[in-house]
């Protein structure tokens, strides 16, 4: 019960990962306030309360606390109501976790604008600004006097960290919330709030049809790495009071297995101390890159 009466909001938590986060919070003592628009794996559809409300149920069903939001995250008013609801129901808000997102998978010739517009909406916008609306609310709380020991916990991927071909839009997204991420921690910890990303994999709606793909069934009783219920642990431990150490950090995740990424960090150098001439840079660089390492594969390349 690591997370005992802490007020946690999770976006995208009718299915898939945020509804595993959302369920371990409950079952580590936490009031969850459960965010899905309900529309389809594409973002397409109406928004529909059966995910998020379903979602509550399981909840209450274990002897916790939740109430579900339909609020558009991707909107200001959307992501201050997620943020009033929680404050409105429990009193305040803890911890946020943004999970929320969706695909239009394209090689880069064939994707149009308005699919590159609308991943980058639900994921990066949709990051931001309930981490907007989220600091405003812990930044009051600390003026005002009263103790903050908040939480954000992103949510990037391998294709923002490494690239994925067919994902230009979700990879450029991801690896803006990585940005994102490193901004916020420098900028909330003066009012006690940490935040970290973290880069799961698992099968979830987005996942499923590449995993089934490459990947087999487990056996009944074998351990299955790809489920979503894998990832939670280490969300819920980044939500907790025992974390408060932790901020500015991109976490991969995946069955049994947590890695800390190890991302850009200043390499080999060279400094002649005056202007380069253009001729000579390219020996200068070759000999740079004789001394850094091969950069990581990306997803899907050949």
């Not at 399981?58 to 609801?85: M, P």
């Not at 009263?146 to 992103?154: A, H, K, L, W």
């Not at 299955?224 to 907790?240: C, F, K, R, T």
Request: charged share 20%.
């Amino acid at each position: 019960m690591i997370c005992t009466d802490r007020v946690v909001a999770v976006t995208g938590a009718g299915r898939g990962l945020g509804r595993a986060h959302a369920l371990e919070f409950a079952r580590q003592g936490a009031l969850v306030v459960v965010n899905d628009l309900g529309v389809a794996r594409d973002g397409s559809g109406d928004a529909a309360d059966g995910p998020a409300q379903e979602v509550v149920r399981e909840i209450e069903a274990l002897g916790g606390k939740a109430v579900a939001s339909t609020d558009d995250i991707a909107t200001d008013a959307g992501a201050a109501a997620l943020v009033g609801t929680a404050v409105e129901t429990f009193g305040r808000l803890d911890v946020l976790v943004n999970n929320a997102g969706f695909l239009r998978d394209r090689m880069l010739v064939n994707l149009s604008e308005d699919e590159w517009d609308a991943v980058m909406r639900v994921h990066l916008k949709g990051h931001f600004l309930p981490l907007k609306h989220a600091g405003l609310h812990w930044r009051a709380e600390s003026k005002a006097g009263r103790p903050v020991d908040g939480r954000v916990i992103n949510t990037s991927s391998g294709a923002g960290l490494l690239g994925s071909v067919g994902q230009g839009n979700y990879s450029a997204a991801k690896a803006g919330i990585v940005g994102l991420t490193l901004v916020a921690s420098a900028e909330l910890g003066r009012y006690g709030v940490t935040v970290n990303a973290i880069a799961p994999a698992a099968r979830t709606r987005m996942t499923e049809q590449v995993f089934a793909q490459t990947m087999a069934a487990p056996a009944e009783g074998e351990f299955d790495a790809m489920a979503p219920e894998n990832v939670s642990p280490l969300v819920v431990w980044l939500g907790s009071a025992g974390s408060r150490d932790v901020t500015g950090r991109v976490f991969e995740v995946e069955g049994g297995k947590i890695c800390v990424m190890d991302a850009f960090r200043h390499g080999p150098t060279a400094d002649k101390g005056a202007r380069w001439d253009a001729a000579e840079v390219g020996e200068v660089v070759t000999g740079l890159l004789a001394k850094a390492p091969d950069p990581e594969p990306v997803y899907g390349a050949s």
